[in-house]
């Protein structure tokens, strides 16, 4: 049964059970874009239509207590970024960093830290998990991201936003080492992804990101841009790194690496 030229809006309303393998296989011929079949053809692609038209679009993940914070936080993938520049940065206590905000905004930004305490902060108490199969639970302080984007006034044709950071995770002729990272509007406006500058009531350490990493709570360990260094925003993924919005997606993992 190949019964996949369905409407829209028709298919959208079917309920995950239904979402069966004939389905997703002739959805794909909706598309001609290769990227998309893929995504199309993919477990990702359920978990992402699940968080986002079945309701949980704006859904929080959930906080826990101060007595549930982690004593000890594993630090994972760099510990510490290479390079004079971030160097240079950490030795000034990066008061000379900026977070650079562009793309497709009407404003760009240049945001010192100092700025970004600034602006009304959140902080949350959450567990992060990594696929590697670990968790720790962080008190995270930092600016929610939808402030500033709403002062960067994002252009009608924005549709992501990118993480580059700080750390080259692999060494590679190209440049595609670079760690970055990227999400879409929604969990870019959702109130609990924040760029938190804190873990635990002190400023983060270099291990976790300083001086500013993202928080992205309903995603995997990886979508979490430690070193952001700056914020592109953008219509689309395939320009960047090797194509697949992010470094570990660029090797193999899931985009929407939904919890
Ligand atoms: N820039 C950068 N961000 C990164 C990584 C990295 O290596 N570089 N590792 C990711 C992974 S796999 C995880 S689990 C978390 C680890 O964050 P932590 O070191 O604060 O525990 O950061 C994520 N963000
Ligand atoms: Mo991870």
Redesign the pocket.
């Known amino acids: 049964m190949h019964n996949v030229l369905l409407p829209r809006r028709r298919f959208l309303a079917l309920g995950a059970a239904s979402l069966g393998g004939t389905l997703l296989a002739g959805c794909d011929r909706l598309s001609g874009a290769p990227d998309f079949q893929e995504f199309l053809a993919s477990a990702e692609w359920l978990t992402y239509r699940i968080q986002r038209l079945l309701g949980g679009g704006h859904a929080l993940a959930r906080e826990f207590t101060a007595s549930d914070v982690s004593p000890v ?7 510490m970024p290479e390079g004079e520049e971030y160097a240079a940065l950490r030795v000034g206590n990066f008061a000379d960093w900026r977070l650079r905000v562009d793309g497709l905004v009407a404003k760009p930004l240049d945001l010192s830290l100092a700025d970004l305490r600034n602006l009304p902060q959140r902080t949350q108490i959450t567990r ?1 998990d ?3 199969g670990w968790s ?1 639970i962080g008190k995270w302080q930092g600016v929610p991201l939808a402030s500033v984007l709403a002062r960067a006034a994002l252009l009608p044709a924005a549709r992501f936003a990118v993480f580059h ?3 080259v ?1 692999e060494q590679t002729l190209d440049g595609t080492g670079q ?1 970055y ?1 990227s999400i879409d509007l929604i969990d870019a406006f959702h109130p609990q992804t924040i760029l938190a500058h804190s873990l635990d009531d002190a400023p983060l350490t270099i ?3 300083a001086p500013l ?1 993202l928080r992205v709570e309903r995603q995997l ?2 979508k ?4 952001v260094m700056r914020i592109e925003i953008t219509d689309r993924l395939d320009s960047f790194g090797r194509g697949k919005g992010g ?2 997606e660029d090797r193999g993992y899931e985009w929407y690496a939904g919890i």
Not at 73 to 79: H, S
Not at 224 to 227: F, V
Request: glycine share 16%; proline share 0%.
């Open positions: 936080f594993k630090v994972n993938g760099t510990g992060h990594c696929v590697e720790a950071c700080a750390d995770l760690y990272e291990g976790h990101g990493r360990g990886y979490h841009a430690k070193y470094y570990w």
